[in-house]
């Protein structure tokens, strides 16, 4: 069976400045992966018309879905849409539900008064060679062109509105297109070694893998995800050969393994105080409420946990969570007694059954000889019992902050499981 | 003037099934844009053969530079050193500094026990026709290359590695190569409007652009920064002109202006605190920490910031902030009565001079009639005085929450003004 490719083109000039992070190709290469199809490329590119042409020439050489984001705004530096009418010899025309669409969304939800821009009217005309796909999320539509026998769908940049997009119009239609496989993927997430050490570790495993077999290593702040993909025709016969290979590797990795699937450390630690009815705070200083956040992003986080202090200055630390003064005076903040204290802290003032503290110095300032940049101190406890431990990075700030954050959840993680 | 060009290359087929999102090309681009290099076109391949050779070819046809991130761990999927070996016409020999550095790096940085893995080892072969680049931050050495006038640069893609060999050993090579023009920009950072409004409203002045000064339209959440770039060989003239420009813009979009440099809200905010020697902290539910988070990435942010209480829980909400059991009762936890309770909680029980207060439901589950996904409410105060605002938006969690968090900080940042 052919393997059914894709490309895809990210324009903006905000792309080749670097003043946007590009999240949205790895969403979706996701998405495609999802349903056997294989990204071999990502291109970005800048509004400038020749350089698009030519991005859309190449990638429909190689590839046979042609994914574009971007360049669709209402701004005078946008020349995706004409460029694509002209490269699919269409001419423009008004789409009267586009303009509807536009009209509504300017009337009933942006509520803004005035007449409508022109620069609005403008995102109602589209290429009369194309398949308009209706973006609920936004005024630019979508729009999809077929040429010798490749697929193009023309997406806006906007994030929530391309993702809408790629779930509600572009990926049902794929399948009409092409014949797709089966793929399958098992994820053993990790946390604790490196990359290297595992790699060791399960190097026989690796090379007695089947040609239809993949491997990957993703790496993260501290964790290493291990993942299996088979791709074939026979659903049944993959699964449970896929099934029995990534037994062995989960045992392989058992001292390190976190969950055997895809997911974030959050959710995990979501999960446990799920089954155990059990809820957690936290005390944070060097982290600033990035482990808050962490468990927050998830939906559904307010089942175990109830909140936490960001004791950022030291008469935080004191007033709120009973830090004592001879502490911070004696040792210092970045130690293993206030770690201790504000733990115990934690736990007391928020009602949780169990709590993590962080204090630590993220840098690039504040280090010293005894207290280098990158050195932390993580307090896991209970109403009865507390366990730290020291770590120490070296990396920046913003690194520093999330490989903190998460090596302290994985410490609570651990010591919920001892101690519940 | 001929301009020079440049292509970023990144390999890894992480990049391909979406595990990982690209940070690395946006952080390139801004550093070469810096210095008159533009990037012209960015490309992610897999790690297949064929794809990196392909891609090599292809860039160097266009762009004077090429940077190649990825590619070059310990694992078996690592193909690339072999093929820039081969690609550049050289052999494999040990580098002595690379292999003292790594058993420098084992030995007392990483403190691993027992013998040196074989996989690290091999970090220290490299080309025989490259230019050895110390990678000061991990074990894979960085390469540069040559041929044919353009230089070609491969480095791990671990960002701060990456991040690492640019500063110190690629950047400062460039000049030595290639006649750079001077690049200088201004930006203006304004919040409270969208794209459209601010095109409308500076066309004449967009239109009004020489050639050789661009307008770019940078948005981001709930912010829109307008950045001129201009570009040539007079130092001078040039920032003389574009300051006039700049200072047109800027009386333009006053009503919207936050800074007239490009920064981030938590800067500006901490800037206004440090002149006005004023605390701030924050009582965050729905943003659960986002804010504190937005905060204390920035360096230097324990000048203002005290600290937070995430109260994600409704007990928490009362005890810790004095919010009545009446209001969450009678008009729920998002509510206008329950942030002017939270925001005056967490002045008097922080101790701060002005906070900050959020209360929403950011979805995907939570709504109701009443109050939609996307309903927040947001409370900014001092001792005596507390203002609120109400938004509705309509995004997916991770935006809400994004959004939420910048426009209360933008709602704070406003209070303090009015109000000190």
Redesign the interface.
């Given at each position: 069976m052919k393997n059914v490719n894709a490309s895809i083109i990210t324009i903006g000039?905000?792309?080749?400045?670097?003043?946007?992070?590009?999240?949205n190709?790895?969403?979706?290469?996701?998405?495609?992966?999802k349903i056997g199809v294989?990204?071999?490329?990502?291109?970005?590119?800048?509004d400038?018309w020749d350089?698009i042409w030519n991005?859309l020439d190449?990638e429909s050489k190689d590839s046979d879905i042609i994914l574009i984001t971007g360049g669709l705004?209402?701004?005078?530096?946008d020349i995706t849409k004409p460029l694509l009418c002209k490269y699919f010899g269409g001419k423009f025309v008004v789409n009267e539900d586009v303009l509807k669409h536009v009209n509504y969304l300017f009337e009933k939800?942006y509520r803004r008064p005035g007449p409508m821009?022109e620069?609005?009217l403008k995102q109602a005309e589209v290429p009369d060679v194309c398949t308009v796909l209706h973006n609920a999320?936004g005024t630019a539509p979508g729009m999809l062109f077929e040429k010798d026998g490749k697929l193009f769908a023309s997406m806006p940049g906007v994030?929530?509105e391309m993702?809408g997009l790629m779930t509600n119009e572009v990926l049902p239609r794929i399948p009409k297109y092409f014949k797709l496989p089966f793929i399958i993927h098992r994820t053993a997430f990790t946390m604790g070694t490196g990359?290297?050490?595992i790699?060791?570790k399960i190097?026989d495993f690796?090379n007695s893998l089947p040609e239809h077999i993949k491997l990957?290593?993703?790496p993260g702040y501290g964790m290493v995800?291990l993942?299996l993909t088979a791709k074939g025709d026979d659903k049944e016969k993959m699964e449970k050969e896929l099934d029995e290979k990534f037994a062995v590797l989960k045992e392989l990795v058992s001292e390190w393994l976190v969950s055997d699937i895809d997911e974030n450390l959050a959710m995990v630690v979501q999960k446990i105080l799920k089954e155990k009815n059990k809820t957690i705070g936290?005390a944070?200083s060097c982290?600033?409420?990035?482990?808050?956040?962490l468990?927050?992003?998830n939906?559904?986080?307010?089942v175990g946990?109830?909140?936490?202090?960001?004791?950022?200055?030291n008469?935080?630390k004191e007033?709120?969570l009973g830090v004592t003064d001879k502490t911070l005076r004696s040792v210092g903040a970045v130690s293993e007694e206030t770690v201790i204290q504000m733990v115990k802290g934690a736990v007391e003032?928020?009602?949780v059954d169990f709590a993590v503290a962080t204090s630590g110095i993220?840098?690039?300032?504040g280090g010293s000889e005894e207290k280098p940049v990158g050195t932390v101190w993580i307090a896991a406890g209970n109403k009865t019992k507390v366990e730290t431990v020291k770590l120490a990075f070296?990396?920046?700030?913003?690194?520093n902050?999330e490989m903190t954050a998460h090596a302290a959840l994985n410490f609570l993680r651990k010591f919920i499981l001892a101690n519940s």
């Open positions: 000039d905000e792309l080749l400045i670097g003043q946007t992070i590009d999240t190709s790895a969403w979706i290469a996701q998405e495609l992966n294989w990204v071999q490329r990502r291109v970005a590119v800048g400038v350089d991005a190449a705004g209402p701004t005078a530096d939800v821009l620069r609005n999320r994030p929530h993702k990359e290297s050490m790699a060791e190097k690796e990957a290593y993703l995800k993942r936290t944070e982290t600033g409420g990035y482990i808050a956040h468990i927050t992003s939906s559904g986080s307010s946990f109830k909140g936490s202090i960001v004791s950022y200055a008469d935080i007033r709120m003032k928020l009602q993220m840098g690039p300032d070296r990396f920046d700030r913003e690194r902050i």
